[in-house]
T-cell receptor, first 112, second 115 residues
Framework: SQKIEQNSEALNIQEGKTATLTCNYT??????LQWYRQDPGRGPVFLLL?????KEKRKERLKVTFDTTLKQSLFHITASQPADSATYLC???????????FGGGTRLMVKP | NAGVMQNPRHLVRRRGQEARLRCSPM?????VYWYRQLPEEGLKFMVY????????ESGMPKERFSAEFPKEGPSILRIQQVVRGDSAAYFC?????????????FGPGTRLTVL
């Protein structure tokens, strides 16, 4: 069955450091992968989309890599700030191409 | 351009009552998706609708749950005879094209509490 796995344990890092979150998937052949941010009590907010033919994508302090051989995406936040503290979700289009499936999310805590 | 709107934001129901959750997609979006998020769990897809049509309801429980997206007005997720296990956050998302072909924009969610 199709699975998306994100580290369920919270990631605690110091302000200014780079946070790296991992998303692994099995039994998917995704055309692209998306990353979302979710704050407590709020809906997810789209951050970045990376296509299968793109190895890396950047947006300000965010960087996403996509390795279709390893079936893995890495999400990096450089020069992290306490305001980056949130849960980060990765999402894949299912093989039928008609819905997004989300990973369980990883909570990031950036300490001042 | 207003974002996806959901109401009510919080809904309390007693067991056996009905819950109606409303979602108004972003202007120009004709595709609506409903997700459920249980405490400490990820988002789970429930149903995908276009105007007046249910495209995919594979994530929807077979009983008590129904969804519609009429030609006019918001999309409605209806839960009949609620039970405590229905307590969750229900999120609606919309997109202008077919599922996944574009980013899905999420609403703030409706938090349902069943007493």
């Amino acid at each position: 069955s199709q699975k998306i796995e994100q580290n369920s344990e919270a990631l605690n890092i110091q302000e200014g450091k780079t946070a790296t979150l991992t998303c692994n998937y099995t039994n998917y052949s995704p055309a692209y992968l998306q990353w979302y941010r979710q704050d407590p009590g709020r809906g997810p907010v789209f951050l970045l989309l990376i296509r299968e033919n793109e190895k890396e994508k950047r947006k300000e302090r965010l960087k996403v890599t996509f390795d279709t051989t390893l079936k893995q995406s890495l999400f990096h936040i450089t020069a992290s700030q306490p305001a980056d503290s949130a849960t980060y979700l990765c999402a894949l289009l299912n093989n039928a191409g008609n819905m997004l499936t989300f990973g369980g999310g990883t909570r990031l805590m950036v300490k001042p | 351009n207003a974002g996806v709107m959901q109401n009510p934001r919080h809904l309390v129901r007693r067991r056996g009552q009905e819950a109606r959750l409303r979602c108004s997609p972003m202007k120009g979006h004709s595709h609506v998706y409903w997700y459920r998020q249980l405490p400490e769990e990820g988002l789970k897809f429930m149903v995908y609708l276009q105007k007046e049509n249910i495209i995919d309801e594979s994530g929807m429980p077979k009983e008590r749950f129904s969804a519609e997206f009429p030609k006019e007005g918001p999309s409605i997720l209806r839960i009949q005879q609620v039970v405590r296990g229905d307590s969750a956050a229900y999120f609606c998302a919309s997109s202008p094209y077919t599922a996944g072909a574009d980013t899905q924009y999420f609403g703030p969610g409706t938090r349902l509490t069943v007493l």
